[in-house]
Nanobody, 127 residues
Framework: EVQLVESGGGLVQAGGSLRLSCAAS????????IGWFRQAPGKEREGLSC????????YYADSVRGRFTISSDNAKDTVYLQIDSLKPEDTAVYYC????????????????????WGQGTQITVSS
């Protein structure tokens, strides 16, 4: 059974940092693309970043490039999302997701390309 479990969210003041973790199981981790998404109340799910566990290539949405850093530890089947300089507008539920191979247009960060999803972790940024 494929499982993705996010952790690391919480309440943080603006300007702070958080590191989210996505622990994966039930599939061959180094064959998949893992992405991070978020959804704020009343808004559509937004693609943030993804990483190819095969070759380590990474992609970021323009809105988060420079503040968000994605990384993976293939030995632990875990992907991380480091978020710095948090802003109130970063408040959302953050999800990780896995895409079965092949995925060609990683840079699209399209939710419809991802087949498995975690339950999400809440980040709330206070001003």
């Amino acid at each position: 059974e494929v499982q993705l479990v996010e952790s690391g969210g919480g309440l943080v003041q603006a300007g702070g940092s958080l590191r989210l973790s996505c622990a994966a199981s039930g599939f061959t981790f180094n064959e998949y693309v893992i992405g991070w998404f978020r959804q704020a109340p009343g808004k559509e799910r937004e693609g943030l970043s993804c990483i190819s566990s095969t070759d380590g290539s990474t992609y970021y949405a323009d809105s988060v490039r420079g503040r968000f850093t994605i990384s993976s530890d293939n030995a632990k089947d875990t992907v991380y999302l480091q978020i710095d300089s948090l802003k109130p507008e970063d408040t959302a539920v953050y999800y990780c997701a896995a895409s079965e191979p092949p995925l060609f247009r990683l840079w699209d960060l399209s939710a419809s390309d991802y087949h498995y999803w975690g339950q999400g972790t809440q980040i709330t940024v206070s001003s």
